[in-house]
T-cell receptor
């Protein structure tokens, strides 16, 4: 699996966009980028995933660079409830490895009033 | 849909006792898995199942058993609890094929072994 690197922590003001970076320079052609988050004491929550095109859903946007070596998760209008640990995971979508995700340390995002 | 339901939410065991953590999902997901999370660490995969009757080991399977007799249920058994198994346990499920990495997690079961 491709290794990911995320900053250990970030701050964001409430109402502003939160931009969470992730480096995955060894990503291979069939690997997707997945983002999850874990709010304190709760189970992780899926946010979004993508292969090479930018993706958007009701929670966030995912921007993947053209060379696919890095990506950015964007929470467009952060709220206090977005304070959580955000995990960037790279994994191929199928085959024998599907579902076996490796959660690293993630980025602790703190949203301030 | 209730999603993924884990019971119990909290449990205290003495060393050597056995117990089963229950996990049930009502989304007809084929794939189910168990993770543990220890302070300051990410989640680690214990066991997983790609369908009824099929289970396999993850990263940290020692001390745990699983079975998958139905699509809905995936219990995790601790045969002889040890203090090192004090952790928060999360069950997850996902649909097959390209959706398999879009996991839905339960709320967690916090286990303390004395």
């Amino acid at each position: 699996d491709a290794k990911t690197t995320q900053p250990p922590s970030m701050d964001c003001a409430e109402g502003r966009a939160a931009n969470l970076p992730c480096n995955h320079s060894t990503i291979s052609g069939n690997e997707y980028v997945y983002w999850y988050r874990q709010i304190h004491s709760q189970g992780p929550q899926y946010i979004i995933h993508g292969l090479k095109n930018n993706e958007t859903n009701e929670m966030a946007s995912l921007i993947i660079t053209e060379d696919r070596k890095s990506s950015t998760l964007i929470l467009p209008h952060a709220t206090l409830r977005d304070t959580a640990v955000y995990y960037c995971i790279v994994r191929d979508a199928g085959g024998t490895s599907y579902g076996k995700l490796t959660f690293g340390q993630g980025t602790i995002l703190t949203v301030h009033p | 849909n209730a999603g993924v339901t884990q019971t119990p939410k909290f449990q205290v065991l003495k060393t050597g006792q056995s117990m089963t953590l229950q996990c049930a999902q009502d989304m007809n997901h084929e794939y189910m898995s168990w993770y543990r999370q220890d302070p300051g660490m990410g989640l680690r995969l214990i066991h997983y199942s790609v369908g009824a009757g099929i289970t396999d080991q993850g990263e940290v399977p020692n001390g745990y058993n699983v079975s998958r007799s139905t699509t809905e249920d995936f219990p995790l058994r601790l045969l002889s609890a040890a203090p090192s198994q004090t952790s928060v346990y999360f069950c997850a499920s996902s649909p097959p094929s390209s959706g398999a990495n879009v996991l839905t997690f339960g709320a967690g079961s916090r286990l303390t072994v004395l």
